[in-house]
């Protein structure tokens, strides 16, 4: 099955700076990695998502890249906020035998922004 | 407000005794799904549903047993919880396939 691996496990950057969270993936039949941000106490939220037919997509201070070939993309925060300090996990996705799209997750992220 | 409901927040019970947490979505999703996350080991799903009366098993299903009789909900249900089930759950749903997964806010389920 698929395997997603992320790292760091831990980030801690000055508010301001740029935090990049980076993911690998094992199966080339994923053809959808999304993002998710999960707050203290909350469910993931979807922030970002990238398709297998795009490269790069940006969001106000969020980007996230894909390289297909290497099997690796990457979440790119800019200008960070406190508020952005939360649990980052990263997944790639596809379809199964039965016609499911499954999800598969990376361990997390704990991305903490410094005031 | 759309959202996927979960209950109870809060759970700690004992081995062998049975328990069900409920899950219910009020956006007329098809998929709905379950996970546990553990530290280190991020989120695992434990069980999917595509529509009503279709489930399948995920990556840790076992101890673990769900039903979809009604769209909106789907329960997660422990016959005979064990410590090693102690654990964050976490229901999700979703329109599509390839749209994104709407969470619950969470149960945190111990077992003693």
């Known amino acids: 099955g698929e395997n997603v691996e992320q790292h760091p496990s831990t980030l801690s950057v000055q508010e301001g700076d740029s935090a990049v969270i980076k993911c690998t993936y094992s199966d080339s039949a994923s053809n959808y990695f999304p993002w998710y941000k999960q707050e203290l106490g909350k469910g993931p939220q979807l922030i970002i998502d990238?398709?297998?037919?795009?490269g790069e997509k940006k969001d106000q201070r969020i980007a996230v890249t894909l390289n297909k070939t290497a099997k690796h993309f990457s979440l790119h925060i800019t200008e960070t906020q406190p508020e952005d300090s939360a649990v980052y996990f990263c997944a790639a996705s596809r379809r199964n035998s039965g016609g499911y799209q499954k999800v598969t997750f990376g361990i997390g992220t704990k991305l903490q922004v410094i005031p | 407000e759309a959202q996927v409901t979960q209950n109870p927040r809060y759970l700690i019970t004992v081995t062998g005794k049975k328990l069900t947490v409920t899950c219910s979505q009020n956006m007329n999703h098809e998929y709905m799904s379950w996970y546990r996350q553990d530290p280190g080991l991020g989120l695992r799903q434990i069980y999917y549903?595509?529509?009503?009366?279709?489930?399948d098993k995920g990556d840790v299903p076992e101890g673990y047993k769900v039903s979809r009789k009604e769209k909106r909900n789907f329960p997660l249900i422990l016959e005979s919880p064990s410590p090693n089930q102690t654990s964050l759950y976490f229901c999700?749903?979703?329109?599509?396939?390839?749209?994104?997964?709407?969470f619950g806010n969470g149960t945190r389920l111990t077992v003693t």
């Open positions: 999700a749903s979703s329109l599509s396939t390839l749209a994104a997964l709407h």
């Open positions: 990238i398709r297998s037919n795009v």
């Open positions: 549903s595509m529509n009503v009366e279709v489930t």
